[in-house]
């Protein structure tokens, strides 16, 4: 695994918990993931932006069945990253998702640091940084009342009163 950040790669993460669950959802975003799904989809072409659909999902390096799924997929500006994006609904449990990490692994995709997604967010305008410490602070949030207060900063509440306090500063320094 490559130690740094390069936004040009395709990155993929589990996107839920790990563990027993019934679906679990392999989350991959960067710029070229045309080619991934043609191949993890044996498909010719891309689905429609913004779509999702019930899918065989094989393993390009000897063509086995995996499983069968959903594939959503997300043209740049309409995901979270600001970058092409798909999701990977499969069955749950710990083998079938690890086994599609692992082929994408073999295919070039690197494995997502910590709030790498995020990270992509921010740099791509889709999020400022408040939301991208609310997003983590949400995650590991500890009560209802700490939710609240956290959903009002991602609903742009404190950026919008530090843009305010800014603004009155500059305006009080040209006086």
Request: aromatic content about 8%; proline content about 3%; hydrophobic content about 40%.
């Amino acid at each position: 695994m490559i130690n740094y950040l390069d936004t040009d790669d395709n990155i993929v993460a589990l996107a839920t918990a790990d563990g027993l669950a019934s679906i679990a959802v392999v989350r991959v975003s960067g710029k070229r993931l045309g080619g991934i799904y043609k191949l993890i989809a044996k498909k010719k072409s891309l689905p429609r932006p913004n779509s999702i659909y019930f899918n065989k999902i094989y393993s390009p390096v000897n063509c086995e069945h995996l499983d069968d799924g959903l594939i959503s997929y997300f043209e740049g500006s309409n995901s979270f990253t600001g970058e092409s994006v798909l999701e990977i609904n499969c069955h749950g449990g710990e083998i079938i998702a690890q086994s599609i990490l692992n082929m994408l692994y073999v295919h070039g995709v690197q494995a997502a640091f910590p709030g790498e997604f995020s990270y992509r967010a921010f740099l791509n305008n889709k999020i400022d940084l408040v939301e991208a410490e609310a997003i983590s602070s949400l995650i590991h949030s500890p009560s209802q009342y700490s939710n609240e207060i956290i959903m009002d900063h991602l609903n742009k509440s404190l950026t919008k009163k530090i843009f305010l306090m800014a603004h009155s500063v500059i305006a009080l320094s040209l006086l």
